[in-house]
């Protein structure tokens, strides 16, 4: 085997080229002292019946998990009582009302009605970005024509993109007026009636953040003055994060119904999130399709009209495969036929996603392709953004991460994936994500995208162990080489679970010299 030495003093780590070959450096072992350490920490820092749900779905799920790695590493039952700890702060906090979680900022629409001169509502405003529209700060003012009105509308973060700060001088609300404010504001790529023109009087530009709507059905009046306020941004049940907020839980569950053993002290908590789980996904469903092929099926993000960006649309596929595996879990607790339906029509679009690269991984886009391939007004999908170009970039490393997890997870249940798949997803990290760098990954799932900004997000990769065992190695060289073990945050806990988990698995707590 070919060495070659990596400058990484004072910690110890194997990393591997995208090939067979093999570099000597000094190797990271990985202990339970050290995740107990973290686990410490972060439970000092949880304050869970205040969390936003993005703690829950992008924190404490991958320590979730964790718990279990460590379980299955190291058969300490302690782990799994901690578990349950978390998970059953985590469900306290779901609304009885929805069964789900809500988002509010950044990720909503905002939106602000603004009043007559009477105070009645005159016109709606709505900030429709993908994000920060809680930012949108409108100001009124009068015109200088008698009953004309000044809209001036700014975004502190949007402006860094694009022209977010704009001024419509001498607005009117008569829609006869070439001045008439929908007409002048609005651009009509994000207004959903067809046939909607600008005026030809309007020689600003259109507005990047706003749509406005004229709630006076006919009424004369003026708009009343208004200081710099901002719009308010809606708080909405949010399904996409059913997928990873429960994927630990349901997972437990599937560990507890398998081992006797288990099934006195964890069972109740068991049937407790699959029953939670159930609950979640009965309220989605109202937004699953099927199609676009006969055996194949996905789920909207949201539906038609809520407050999201991209409302109407298909989930992304790092949803849909969270989702997935979780719908697996309550096929394999519960019996749920439907759950194994969605599952297995999920995977089916998933895998037929997935495009052979020459390097023999796989490449895969974030969205399913028909969504990829944006969606014209015509087709009235959405309100929020009604038209929207292609948008076909390969997913990104820790997206794509869920992808990957939902295929294992179907393989080892003998649905849609084979073993041959998950040696191409292998491919796909060990010849397209790993650079031969073990600062970093690539960005993409295609090796494509510069380095990855937070390559973290290769621990979750690691259940490929299972056909690949080198990128635990892989892995394992970018830990050493970026010093994470000494840093504390919910996926950087969870990740080191995984490693420590397979270290042991592997028995590689020092590394094959052949």
């Known amino acids: 085997m070919l060495v070659a030495r990596l400058p ?54 991958y320590m979730l998990r964790g718990y279990l790695e460590m379980y299955l590493a190291t058969g300490d039952a302690d782990y799994l009582r901690r ?40 016109l709606l405003l709505r900030s429709i970005r ?36 704009a001024t419509f001088a001498d607005l009117s609300l008569d829609p006869a007026s070439p001045r008439y404010f929908e007409a002048v504001i609005n651009d009509p790529r994000y207004v959903p009636e067809e046939g909607f023109e600008r005026s030809p009087a309007a020689t600003e530009g259109a507005s990047f953040l706003l749509v406005a709507r004229d709630l006076r059905r006919g009424a004369q009046r003026t708009v009343a003055p208004l200081p710099p306020t901002n719009l308010v941004a809606d708080a909405i049940p949010y399904y996409g994060y059913i997928g990873p907020i429960y994927s630990g839980m349901t997972r437990f569950a599937c560990l507890v119904r398998g081992r006797p053993e ?15 789980a159930r609950e979640s996904l009965d309220a989605w469903e109202s937004c699953w399709r099927d199609g676009p092929a006969d055996d194949e099926g996905y789920y909207l993000l949201q ?13 992304p596929f790092n949803y849909l495969g969270s989702a997935g595996m979780v719908l697996l879990d309550v096929w394999e607790c519960a019996g749920d036929e439907r759950a194994l339906d969605h599952a297995t029509r999920i995977a089916r679009l998933f895998r037929r996603a ?76 060990t010849r397209q994500l790993w650079t031969g760098d073990p600062q970093a990954l690539a ?3 295609d090796g494509t995208g510069g380095l990855a900004q937070d390559s973290m997000g290769g621990g979750r990769w690691l259940d490929l162990c299972a056909v690949e065992p080198r990128i635990f190695e892989l892995n394992r060289a970018l830990w050493a080489a970026n010093g994470w073990e000494s840093g504390v945050y919910g996926q950087l806990a969870g990740c080191y679970a995984r490693l420590f ?10 590394p094959a010299t052949d």
């Open 8 to 61: 990484l003093a004072g910690l110890t780590v194997l990393a591997l080229t995208a090939g067979a070959r093999c570099q000597e450096a000094p190797v990271l072992v990985l202990t339970r002292e050290r995740f107990d350490a973290m686990d410490r920490v972060l439970d000092g820092q949880r304050d869970l019946a205040h969390a936003k749900a993005d703690a829950y779905a992008w924190g404490e799920s």
């Open 83 to 122: 578990l349950v700890r978390v998970a059953d702060q985590i469900l306290a906090t779901r609304e009885a009302r929805t069964a789900v979680w809500s988002v509010g900022d950044p990720y909503t629409v905002a939106r602000l009605t603004l009043k007559d001169a009477e105070g009645r509502d005159a």
């Open 130 to 165: 993908y994000a920060y529209n809680g930012q949108t700060v409108v100001e009124v003012q009068p015109g200088t024509a008698p009953g004309t009105f000044t809209l001036s509308t700014r975004n502190a973060f949007w402006q860094e993109h694009g022209p977010a700060a």
């Open 262 to 276: 288990l099934q006195r002290e964890f069972g109740g908590a068991a049937r407790r999130y699959v029953r939670a």
């Open 303 to 315: 539906p038609k009209g809520a407050g999201m960006w991209c409302d109407g649309i298909a989930a």
């Open 354 to 429: 997935c495009a052979l690269t020459p390097q023999g991984g796989y490449s895969f886009c974030y969205w399913p392709p028909f969504a990829a391939d944006g969606w014209a007004k015509s087709e009235r999908l959405s309100v929020n953004t009604p038209e929207y170009g292609r948008s076909d970039a390969p997913d990104d490393l820790s997206h794509g991460a869920w992808e990957v997890e939902f295929a294992v997870a179907c393989e080892e249940r003998g649905i849609v994936f084979g073993r041959h798949d998950l040696r191409r997803f292998a491919k796909t990290f």
């Open 443 to 445: 960005s993409r799932v």
């Open 501 to 510: 988990r397979w270290q042991e698995e592997l028995g590689q707590r020092r």
